[in-house]
Antibody, heavy 119, light 112 residues
Framework: EVQLVESGGGLVQPGASLKLSCVASGFTFSDYWMSWVRQTPGKTMEWIGDIKYDGSYTNYAPSLKNRFTISRDNAKSTLYLQMSNVRSEDTATYYC????????????WGQGTLVTVSS | DVVMTQTPVSMSVSLGGQVSISCRSSQSLVHNNGNTYLSWYIQKPSQSPQLLIYKVSNRFSGISDRFSGSGSGTDFTLKISRVEPDDLGVYYCGQGTQYPPTFGAGTKLELK
């Protein structure tokens, strides 16, 4: 059974940094592109970015490219999202997702981790 | 970015009834490889989104045949027949043809 378990969310002050993790199981992690998708309190869904199966290539939503970094450790079957200089509009539930092989659709989602940016 | 427009925003249905949700994209979703990467998701209350349909009309593993997807180019439809209580929630369409992948704003399905 495919499982994606995110962690690392919480309350963070504006301008701070935060690193989210997603531990994957039930499939060969190193075979798949992985993505982060977030959902705002208003329920808007926004794709953040993805990373190639070997970690050699990443894509980002243009509006987030300069502040967010996606990485992975295939030996630990873990996906990461490094968030820097966070803003109130980054308040959202962050989901780790997996597609078929690439990111053309999102077949599996984690339970999400809530990030709240507030002073 | 490709803008995905869903209608209606919300709708109410009787159990056992049928509903259709529309999704329109601002650009054609036909990829250079000939595939159309339009997908549908349901988010039930307090749960993560779940994939229902991919590539317009392909049901994901374990999804009932009461769910069907259709459409082409820029216009797509999700139909749900014989609505059951477990079908209630918010439905999203999404496109994965062009980067960045984008989603519609959602259609909330409620009981009449």
């Amino acid at each position: 059974e495919v499982q994606l378990v995110e962690s690392g969310g919480g309350l963070v002050q504006p301008g701070a940094s935060l690193k989210l993790s997603c531990v994957a199981s039930g499939f060969t992690f190193s075979d798949y592109w992985m993505s982060w998708v977030r959902q705002t309190p208003g329920k808007t869904m926004e794709w953040i970015g993805d990373i190639k199966y070997d970690g050699s290539y990443t894509n980002y939503a243009p509006s987030l490219k300069n502040r967010f970094t996606i990485s992975r450790d295939n030996a630990k079957s873990t996906l990461y999202l490094q968030m820097s200089n966070v803003r109130s509009e980054d308040t959202a539930t962050y989901y780790c997702t997996r597609g078929p092989i690439t990111s053309n659709w999102f077949a599996y989602w984690g339970q999400g981790t809530l990030v709240t940016v507030s002073s | 970015d490709v803008v995905m427009t869903q209608t209606p925003v919300s709708m109410s249905v009787s159990l056992g009834g049928q509903v259709s949700i529309s999704c329109r994209s601002s650009q054609s979703l036909v990829h250079n490889n000939g595939n159309t990467y339009l997908s549908w998701y349901i988010q039930k209350p307090s749960q993560s989104p779940q994939l229902l349909i991919y590539k317009v009309s392909n049901r994901f593993s374990g999804i009932s045949d009461r769910f069907s997807g259709s459409g082409s180019g820029t216009d797509f439809t999700l139909k749900i027949s014989r609505v059951e209580p477990d079908d209630l929630g918010v439905y999203y369409c999404g496109q994965g043809t062009q980067y960045p992948p984008t989603f519609g704003a959602g259609t909330k399905l409620e009981l009449k």
